[in-house]
């Protein structure tokens, strides 16, 4: 079993550039997320889709944009990046949010130059 | 709003010692509880849950009571092992946000020393 697949494992972007970040996960859960993580700050949440076919903000959601192609896959854009989106990108999807558990990918580390 | 809060670390102790991280948690309602555990280079693993007051999670040798009175959630182990290594979230369910959203914690990491 997969799990929650990300692709890819490490960028490097120079200011302006943009790219997606893709996530794909084979459970056949409802709910899908994207977090970031730096240093001191914990995990952040940036947009989530708790179902195919909706998309929400989360706490951090400015400078990018997300799409939910179908039931397994949501991804993550950065249309002109920025040095303050370096970080490492974690993608997790959940069976129906609330309490269930969260199943995370391995991440993205992302160094915008 | 509902917050987590855990220990700063790092926190080394030497194998075999008794591991302690505190968690307390800001809540409306009735929250559940986890702790999640981060591997070098890994994504977060669920570790373990609590979903009502006075349930204890424990998963490899770890526990967490949920203390609705003292509104903490502290992740005990008896012995630990340098395979221990990693860094710890405390974690809660905003049931009351729209998505039942996770908030984490900072995160505390965890050295063992053999």
């Known amino acids: 079993n997969a799990g929650v697949t990300q692709t890819p494992k490490f960028q490097v972007l120079k200011t302006g550039q943009s790219m997606t970040l893709q996530c794909a996960q084979d459970m056949n859960h409802n709910s899908m997320y994207w977090y970031r993580q730096d240093p001191g700050m914990g995990l952040r949440l940036i947009y989530y889709s708790a179902s195919e076919g909706t998309t929400d903000k989360g706490e951090v959601p400015n400078g990018y944009n997300v799409s939910r192609l179908n039931k397994r896959e949501f991804s993550l854009r950065l249309e002109s990046a920025a040095p303050s989106q370096t970080s490492v990108y974690f993608c997790?999807?959940?069976?129906?949010?609330?309490?269930?558990?969260?199943?995370f990918g391995n991440g993205t580390r992302l160094t915008v130059t | 709003g509902n917050s987590v809060t855990q220990m700063e670390g790092p926190v080394t102790l030497s194998e075999e010692a008794f591991l302690t991280i505190n968690c307390t948690y800001t809540a409306t309602g009735y929250p559940s509880l986890f702790w999640y555990v981060q591997y070098p280079g890994e994504g977060l693993q669920l570790l373990l849950k609590?979903?009502?007051?006075?349930d204890k999670g424990s998963n490899k040798g770890f526990e967490a009571t949920y203390r609705k009175e003292t509104t903490s959630f502290h992740l005990e182990k008896g012995s630990v092992q340098v395979s221990d290594s990693a860094v710890y979230f405390c974690?809660?369910?905003?049931?009351?946000?729209?998505?039942?959203?996770?908030?984490f914690g900072k995160g505390t990491k965890l050295s063992v020393k053999p």
């Open positions: 997790a999807s959940s069976d129906r949010g609330g309490s269930s558990p969260l199943h």
């Open positions: 974690a809660l369910s905003d049931h009351g946000g729209s998505q039942g959203n996770l908030i």
């Open positions: 609590a979903t009502k007051a006075d």
